[in-house]
C-alpha cells in the first residue's frame, strides 16, 4: 500500500495531490496545511472526482500521526517569495520558512515518520538541509527535487532547439536551485551526441541556452504567479522512483561531503532514498562553478543556523 | 492523432491542461486566453514537464486557425463570479461571458472547426445555449458539462455516507447546473440497490445529502477561491468518451426539445457528441423540479438573447 | 509500497503480471511456477520491457518467502481443462487442482503471507473454498474472481444489444464462475433504466443475451486456447481495489453464509478483501437458480474433501 | 482520433492489441489475421475485458478495407521459426514469410492506407525492407522495430550489473535483429558516464554483457515458446511516439543510404515515422561490425527479391 503525506497544499501542493490522485498512484493521502479552509477545500474537491476516476485514494487531512506509517513525505510549504524580481527572489523566503520548519520539524518527529522526505521548499538546497538538521534526519533519507527542474528545463531548452524530444537530452543543471545554478555542458548529449561535438555544425549557443533555461522559470512565475505544474511532476516522478526502488539516476539536491552542503548533483533514487551520488567528470570550469555555488548555499545554511 | 483545442487558461483550463498532457492523452493541444502572459506560461510549465514524462503532447498557443482539425474543442472561459455568495452566484458571470461568447464565436466559425464542443462556461446551461445559437451549431455536437460534477458530487455524498465508493452510486442530478438543479432520487442506487429501498433500514436523510451536495461546491470554492480538480475531471472524462466513441452515459448539459433548453439530462457521449438523450421515469415531484429548473434556464437563455 | 505475489504463470499469470508492470501498478512482483524455465522466461521477458516504460517493478521468482510481506497474494496455478468441451469442462481441472493446492497450500502457510488472497483457479469457487479451508484462512480475506468475469460479459453483451458502453450496463452474474451461473436480470439496469422496462420496447430478448453470455467464454477458448485477458482485467481491478481500499461493489466469489459455499454474489472490495456482502433482492426464479447453482458447487466441494 | 491496424494476431499481436485496449492508448483498432478464430477470440476477450476499463477502444476484425483512415499499421505476421535453435533461427521464416508479405501488401496497397508502419516480421530488417518494396512505399514511412528490442535488453542487462535502472543507461545496439546485431560501447553510458570510464574501476567484461544480451532473447524464446511482452512493449513505444509527433530517438530499423538496407539504427522517430538519421561516430571496429551486419541483410533481401 502506496501512502504520501503532503505538506502544504499551495499551488504545487495541491498539483502533487491531483496528479497522485487523479493517476491512481498514492493508495493513502495525508495533507496538512496551516490554511484549514484551503485544504478541506482540497480534499473536497479531490474526493469529487474520484467517481469520475476508475482508481481510488484514501484522503486524510490535518493529521500528522497519520505520517507514522507513510513510506514518502513531500513538502512543498513555505512562503513563495518575490521570485519574479529574479531568480535569486527566492531567497526572500530564507526567514519566513525558517519559521514553517522550526514549526514543522517537532511534529513530524512526534509523527514517528521514518520514510523517505522530498522537499520542495525555497530556497531548495538550504531549507532541505535545515530540516535534515532539525529532524537529524539520516542524510539519505531526506533531499530535494533541487536542479531536478532546471535540468528538465534546460532539456527543454535543448530538444526544441535541435527539433527532438526533451527526453533525447541526456546531462545534468548542476548546483543550486536558485541563481548560480549552471547546466554542465561536458554531461550534455543530444539523441546519444556530446553538445559540444554538434556546438559547430549546429550553430549552438551555450550561453543562449543557459539564459533561456534561467529565464524559463522567471517567465512561468510572471504570467502565472506561480509555477507548478512541471516541479510537481518532478516531485511525483522521484517519489515513484521511491516507491518501486527504481534505482533511478536524478539530479537532486541531496549532500556533498566534500562541500558540506546539499546542492544540485547526479543521484540515484531508490526505497532508501539517495541510495548512491553519481560520480562524474566536470571540467575545470564547471568544478568552480559548482564551488560558488556551494558556496552561496553554505551562507544561506550558515544563516539559517543562527 | 488527437488534437485538443482549449479556450480559457484560467483554474480549470490550465487543469484540463495538465491532465491531458500528463496523461498522456492529447497529441496535440491548443490553448488560447486572452490573458497572453498566462498562455504563455502555461504553455512553458508544461513543457518543462515534458522531460519528465513518458508521453508527448505538441503544445500550440493562441491560434483560432489551429481549430481548423481539432476533434474536440473545450471551453472554460469567462469570468468566475460571486459563486461564493450562493449557490446562484454562478449568474453574476452571464453579462461579462456574454461578451466572451460575442468575441469567441466569430473566430470559432472562421477557423472551420467542425467537432464536437465542450463547454464549461457558467452559468453552464444558458451559456451553452448561447453559444450553440451564435455558432448555429449543431445541437448534438456541443454540450456542457452541466450536472455531470453535480453528479459525481451526489455519488461522494452517498458513497461516503454509506462507506462505499462513489463509483458504486448510480443515479442522476439533473437540471441546471446551478441552484436550481436537483437529485433524482428515484434514480440513485447504492451498490445495485435503490437507495429508496435503503432509506428506512439505514436511517437516511435524502435533504440532508441535498444540502451536502450543494454544499459541498460553496466549501470548495470559498476554501480555494475557484473549484477546478472536480470539473477538470469531468471534462476530460467526457473529452475521451467523444474521442474513443465510447458511448458513455453520462448526465450532461444537453438541448431539451420538450424545454427548448440546454439543460442537465443523462445523455450518450460518443464521437458524434450527444449521440441520444436517455429516457429515464421520473416521479411527478422530479418532473416538477425539472420544469421548473427548465424556466429559471430559459430566463436567463432569454437575457442572453435580447 | 505495492507487493503483489503470483502463483502459476500460465497465460492468465503471465497476462497479470505484464498488466502490473507495463501499467506501473506494483512496486514489487513475486512470480512462483512449477515450471522454472517458464517463470525464468517470463521474468526476462518482463525486465526487459523495463527500459521502455517509465515506472518501475522489482521482479523476484520463486521465493515462497518473499510473500511474507506481500500485501496480496493472486492465484492462477492449475491445469486448465477441456474448457472447450462445454462450459462445464472447468470441472476437468477439479482433481488435478486438488494436487496443486495440496502442494502450495503449506508452503503459502509456512511464508507467513498474511494478506488478502485472490483466486483464480478453476472451478473457481470450490477451489477457492478448498483453499482457504486448507489454510484455515479468513473467509474475508480471500475471494475468488467468479462471476466478475461473467458480469462483464454480460455487460458487454448487453451494451452491444443496445449501441452503448459495457460501462453503462450494471447488474450481476451469480452463482457458481461455470455452467450453473445465471444472469439476474431484475439487478441489470441500462443507462440507469431497467433491463425489464427496455424489454418490450426494444424486443429484448433474454434467453439470447444467456446464450451470448454463456458462448461468449467458449469462443475465446476455441479460438485461443485459453482466455487471459478479460480475467486477468479482473483481477487486476480487484487488486487495485484492496491497495486502495476502494470499497468497490463487485461480484466475486465469496463465503455465503446461507449456502455454506463460496459463491458468486455481489460484495465490496477494500483493503480487508471482502468488506461486505451486498443484499439484493432477487427474484423467486433467482433464488431458486442460486440455490441450485449453490448445490452443484457444495457438491463439488465435497468431492475435494475426500 | 489514433485509429491502428494491426496485421498479425500471435503472440505479439495480441500483446499489441491488449496493451492498446488496456491502456486506452487506441481509439480504434483494425486486428486482421488469417485465422479467422484467432482474431474473433482476441476480439472478443478483449471486449470482455472493456466493462473493466475506463476507457473504450472500437476493436474491429478483418477488413483491410478499414485501413484506409488509420494513423499506424503494424505488422506482425509471419511464421516464428526455429527460434530456439540459435540467434539466427529468425532466418528459418524468410520463405514463408515472403509468401506473407506478398499475399498482404496488394490488401494494404488497395486500401488506401498511407499512414506509419511498423514492422516486426522476421527477420526484421529484411523483411521491413521486402514490404517497402513490394508496396513501393516511401522508406521514412515504415520502419522495423528492429534493435529497439535488443537495445532494451543491453539496457537491461547493463543496468542490473550495475544496480540501477535499465532507463539510466543509454547508447545503441545497431545493426540486424539477428545473429549479427552488436551493441556499439563506445556509445555506452551508465547514468551518464561513459562505461568504458566505468569500465577497469568496475572491473566490466563487455564481452559477458554482449553474450547475456544475446542469450536473453533466447532464454526467453526456450522458456515461454516466444517472446512477445518486451517487443511488444517496444512497439507500443513507438507508435505512441508517432501519433504524438514526439520526435524519439529510437535505434530501429531504417533505410540506409550507405548500406543500401533496412538495419538497426539511431532514429528520431515522429508522425512522419523516420524524421532524421542520426550521425553518431563509431569506433572502426563498430563501424566494421555494421558493415558486415548489414552485408549479412543485403544477402537476405537478395534472396527475397528473387
Known amino acids: 500500500m502506496r501512502k504520501i503525506g503532503l505538506i502544504g497544499m499551495g499551488n504545487v501542493g495541491a498539483t502533487i495531490a491531483y496528479t497522485l490522485v ?14 484549514e479552509k484551503k485544504v ?25 500521526s497519520e505520517l507514522k506509517d507513510a513510506d514518502i513525505l513531500i513538502i512543498t510549504a513555505g512562503k513563495v517569495a518575490a521570485m519574479g524580481s529574479g531568480a535569486d527572489g527566492r531567497m526572500g523566503e530564507l526567514s519566513f520558512n525558517k519559521m ?18 522530498i522537499s520542495i521548499m525555497n530556497p531548495c538546497d538550504c531549507m532541505t538541509q535545515y530540516l535534515q538538521e532539525q ?29 527532438v524530444s526533451a527526453n533525447n537530452v541526456s546531462g545534468y543543471a548542476l ?20 553538445i559540444r561535438t554538434l556546438q559547430h555544425s549546429h ?3 551555450l550561453d543562449k541556452f543557459e539564459e533561456a533555461i534561467r529565464l524559463g522559470g522567471v517567465m512561468v512565475f510572471e504570467g502565472k504567479g506561480y509555477t507548478n505544474f512541471a516541479v510537481a511532476t ?28 546539499y546542492i544540485g548533483q547526479p543521484a540515484i533514487i531508490g526505497k532508501n532514498g539517495i541510495e548512491s551520488l553519481t560520480q562524474i567528470a566536470l571540467t575545470a570550469d564547471e568544478e568552480q562553478k559548482m564551488k560558488a555555488s556551494a558556496d552561496i548555499i553554505l551562507e544561506k545554511v550558515e544563516t539559517l543556523r543562527h
Chains 1, 2, 3, 4 share one sequence.
Open 22 to 35: 487523479t493517476k491512481g498512484l498514492a493508495d493513502e493521502l495525508v495533507m496538512i496545511d496551516k490554511n
Open 40 to 64: 478541506v477545500a482540497e480534499q473536497l474537491d479531490l474526493q469529487d472526482s474520484l467517481g469520475r476516476l476508475d482508481s481510488n485514494t484514501t484522503i486524510k487531512i490535518q493529521d500528522y
Open 100 to 117: 514553517v520548519v522550526a514549526d514543522m520539524a517537532p511534529q513530524i518527529k512526534a509523527s514517528g515518520f521514518n520514510g523517505i522526505i
Open 135 to 163: 529532524l537529524d534526519y539520516p542524510r539519505n533519507k531526506i533531499f530535494g527535487t533541487g536542479t531536478f527542474l532546471d535540468t528538465a528545463r534546460m532539456q527543454k531548452v535543448v530538444g526544441q532547439s535541435f527539433g
Open 175 to 194: 548546483g543550486e536551485h536558485g541563481a548560480s545554478q549552471f547546466t554542465a555542458w561536458s554531461t550534455v548529449q543530444v539523441n546519444g551526441v556530446p
Open 203 to 205: 550553430n549552438v549557443d
Open 234 to 261: 518532478c516531485a511525483v516522478k522521484l517519489a515513484m522512483a521511491v516507491f518501486s526502488d527504481a534505482k533511478l539516476a536524478c539530479p537532486v539536491s541531496a549532500y556533498s561531503d566534500a562541500y558540506k552542503v
